[in-house]
C-alpha cells in the first residue's frame, strides 16, 4: 500500500510538472524527467501517462530524473529514438555489426546523423568494442534490454568519438 500511494505522488508530481513545463518554454525549463526521460520515454514516446508509469514501477524515477539533470539533451530526440531501435532490432543489429554492414545498422547511422564518409570508423569502432563485450562472461548472462543499453552505450561513444 506504501509503495502504491508513493506512486501515486510521484505520477501526480510528474503530470502536474509535464503541464507546467508545457506552459513554461523559457530557456532552462528542460524536459519533465519522468515524462521526457529514462526507460518510460524511451518505451513509451507517444504516450506520457505510461512513460511516467513506467519509470515510476522502473526504478522510482531515478533512472529518469539522474538522465534530466546529468543530461538533458539525452531526453528527447535522436538518442532516444535510436535506443528504442536498438531495443527492438537488437537481434538484427547485433547481426548486422557482426557484418559490418546490413540495413539494421544503416538505418541506426541514418538516424543518429552519421555521415557516409564517418559510418567506416563509427562501424569499425562498434565492432571492436561489441567483440570485447560479447567475450564478456556477463555479457553472456545478460538479458536483452542489458544487451540493447550496452550496444547503446558503444554506439554513442563511436559516433561522439568521430
Known amino acids: 500500500m506504501k509503495f502504491f ?6 505520477i ?23 515524462s521526457d526521460c529514462g526507460i518510460g520515454a524511451a518505451l513509451f514516446t507517444q504516450h ?5 508509469t513506467s519509470n515510476i514501477i522502473w526504478d522510482i524515477g531515478t533512472t529518469a530524473v539522474t538522465s ?3 543530461s538533458p539533451e539525452t531526453c528527447s530526440g535522436k538518442k532516444v529514438d535510436a535506443a528504442v531501435f536498438i531495443l527492438n532490432s537488437y537481434d538484427n543489429l547485433i547481426e548486422d555489426t557482426a557484418r ?7 538505418a541506426l547511422m541514418n538516424m543518429l546523423d552519421v555521415t557516409p564518409s564517418q559510418q567506416v570508423a ?13 567475450a564478456n562472461d556477463a ?4 538479458d536483452k534490454r542489458e544487451k540493447s543499453e550496452l550496444y ?3 554506439i554513442i561513444s563511436a559516433v561522439e568519438s568521430v
Open 5 to 10: 500511494a508513493i506512486a501515486t505522488l510521484s
Open 152 to 154: 547503446y552505450t558503444t
Open 68 to 70: 534530466a539533470t546529468a
Open 48 to 52: 506520457k501517462a505510461l512513460a511516467v
Open 12 to 34: 501526480s508530481m510528474a503530470l502536474s510538472a509535464s503541464v507546467s513545463a508545457e506552459i513554461d518554454k523559457t530557456p532552462g525549463s528542460g524536459p519533465n524527467p519522468f
Open 139 to 142: 555479457y553472456i548472462s545478460a
Open 122 to 134: 563509427v562501424i569499425d569502432n562498434v565492432r571492436a568494442q561489441m567483440a570485447a563485450n560479447i
Open 100 to 106: 559490418g554492414k546490413g540495413e539494421h545498422l544503416t
